[in-house]
């Protein structure tokens, strides 16, 4: 049984920062690409930034600059250190990660649990 389990969010000022992690624990072989989405209410579940297992990252635009994605594979851990937040930044964040349980297994998809952030103006 995979879980990946979020921390780190919480109540913050705009202007202020954060740092999510999420670990990943159970039976796992191997971890292809880690990522950190959002959804705001009333929204759609939207990519904030990604990171292969190579390390090549990916953001969304509106968070480039001020967002910053990375990972312990050791740990099996990822992170999302987020500066300069605004309330649009205002929502409830997801893990996700792409990995294989088993070698020679499918590719899985997991999501965590969603921690909030909220940024007050």
């Known amino acids: 049984q995979v879980q990946l389990v979020e921390s780190g969010g919480g109540l913050v000022q705009a202007g202020g920062s954060l740092r999510l992690s999420c670990a990943l624990s159970?039976?796992?072989?191997?971890?292809?690409?880690m990522g950190w989405y959002r959804q705001a209410p009333g929204k759609q579940r939207e990519l904030v930034a990604t990171?292969?297992?190579?390390?090549?990252?990916n953001y969304a635009d509106s968070v480039k600059g001020r967002f910053t994605i990375s990972r312990d594979n050791a740990k099996k851990t990822v992170y999302l250190q987020m500066n300069t937040l605004s309330p649009e930044d205002t929502a409830v964040y997801y893990c996700?990660?792409?990995?294989?349980?088993?070698?020679?297994?499918?590719?899985?998809?997991?999501w965590g649990q969603g921690t909030q952030v909220t940024v007050s103006s």
């Open positions: 996700n990660a792409d990995l294989w349980v088993v070698l020679g297994g499918v590719l899985d998809n997991y």
């Open positions: 990171i292969v297992s190579g390390g090549s990252t």
């Open positions: 159970g039976s796992i072989f191997s971890i292809n690409a």
